[in-house]
């Protein structure tokens, strides 16, 4: 038989990288072997009971028909009023939109906007999907350096970047890979620049509340008119409220731009499940609650942190600076790199096989010679790792 003609469109993107570490993972798990699975991209957290509860009155209520392809009313207008609240933000119902996660999302607002030909800016390192998001629409990326600044993307990269070709940049703050955390006020003199030069900014907004102090949440709905007019935020409830597998995210775009979403999601997905459109409504309805679970969850995310990324930076061969938020720590393995290990994915393959370690390699966050470490795990599997990484490498003097 002849093989699957599969479209050039699907054959030209990569697999997932992230996948495959965690498709290792499985496969040891399997096997009986006791993994200590740092490769993880979702939080080890179960979803707050208050919004499961929400999830069930939806059910008594009877949601469980279609909804309007943007979603229900409800949790158009719950999304308007909690970033006014939180964030100060001013946009109405018409720029709001409901996906099945923050992947739809970006996916809508790529797949809107770009032609093929067209240039979109990605800074290094980045999450795996984005370049192949662009690949799907025929478009280019084009990456951006940002290890001169330790990951931080600043306005002066990106304008440099800029040509009469690029028509979207797309950012991810915090950031997976690096954790790291761009300042606001950098946050906006990106936009400026794009703005300026009537570039378009997709904000990967999916660890927005995983900020850790003196770094704060900043949402770019909260820019004036002006500047939000070039934005769509992908935002997610996945990471934030521990719903990675209730497949629930939106947009907040301008009025076009969403309705050509819509128009899309229209002939996929539809919309999101129902129920759970009515219990994200409720749940940022009830912001207290809301922000006290989020908020124990960080606290956490963050006590994890300050143990762990030092002892990593201890580990012999290992660098790896504070990252400001996210649950990822991206470690620079370069200096072991040699006759023994010839790439990081050498490092990635040792840790699994002498450590049954799994942590994901950077290369395919466009940061080879990196590794990505998840902290979204117990206290004691961190501390597990730590002690076989020192048996095996030692510690730096
Ligand atoms: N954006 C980033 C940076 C992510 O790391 C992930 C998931 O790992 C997503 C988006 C996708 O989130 P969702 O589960 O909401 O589709």
Redesign the pocket.
């Known amino acids: 038989m002849s093989p699957f003609p599969v479209s050039e469109n699907v054959l030209q993107m990569k697999g997932s990288s992230t996948l495959i570490a965690a498709a290792a993972a499985a496969d040891m798990r399997a096997r009986g072997i006791d993994v200590i699975d740092l490769s993880v991209?979702e939080p080890d957290f179960d979803t707050p009971d208050f919004i499961k509860q929400y999830a069930w009155e939806g059910l008594q209520k009877g949601l469980t028909k279609y909804t309007a392809t943007a979603g229900l009313a409800e949790f158009r207008s719950s999304i308007v009023d909690f970033y006014g609240t939180r964030f100060g933000s001013h946009f109405d119902q018409s720029q709001v939109a409901a996906t099945c996660?923050?992947?739809q999302a970006?996916f809508n607002a790529a797949c809107t906007l770009l032609d093929p030909g067209d240039d979109v800016l990605i800074p290094k390192p980045y999450?795996v999907t984005f370049p192949e998001i662009v690949t799907f629409c025929r478009a280019n990326s084009v990456f951006i350096e940002t290890e001169v600044t330790d990951f931080i993307l600043t306005a002066d990269q990106v304008a440099a970047s800029i040509t009469d070709r690029t028509k979207l940049l797309i950012v991810?703050s915090p950031n997976?890979p690096s954790g790291r955390v761009i300042p606001h006020d950098e946050m906006i003199r990106i936009v400026r620049t794009c703005a300026s030069r009537g570039v378009y900014v997709l904000t990967?907004e999916?660890y927005l509340f995983f900020a850790y102090p003196p770094a704060q949440p900043f949402s770019l709905a909260s820019l004036p008119d002006e500047l939000r007019h070039f934005v769509c935020v992908a935002g997610?409830f996945?990471k934030t409220y521990a719903m990675?597998g209730w497949r629930i995210?939106y947009t907040i775009a301008n009025p076009e731009w969403t309705n050509a979403m819509v128009k899309l999601q229209s002939h996929s997905a539809t919309h999101p499940t129902s129920f759970v459109q009515y219990a994200c409504a409720k749940a940022l309805q009830n912001v207290d609650a809301t922000i006290n679970a989020v908020n124990a969850m960080t606290t956490e995310y963050e006590r994890r942190r300050n143990w762990f990324v030092p002892a990593l930076d201890r580990i012999y061969g290992f660098k790896c600076s504070m990252p400001e938020g996210a649950f990822y720590a991206l470690v620079d393995v370069r200096d072991m790199l040699g006759d023994k290990f010839r790439s990081s994915a050498d490092v990635a393959d040792l840790l699994l096989s002498e450590a049954q370690i799994v942590v994901t390699d950077g290369e395919g966050f466009g940061a080879p010679g990196y590794l990505r470490f998840s902290y979204a795990t117990s206290m004691e599997n961190l501390e597990r790792a730590i002690e076989k990484l020192k048996s095996i490498f030692g510690s730096a003097s």
Request: net charge neutral; glycine share 28%; aromatic share 8%.
């Open positions: 991209g996660g923050g992947k970006l999450w991810n997976n990967d999916c997610s996945s990675t995210g």
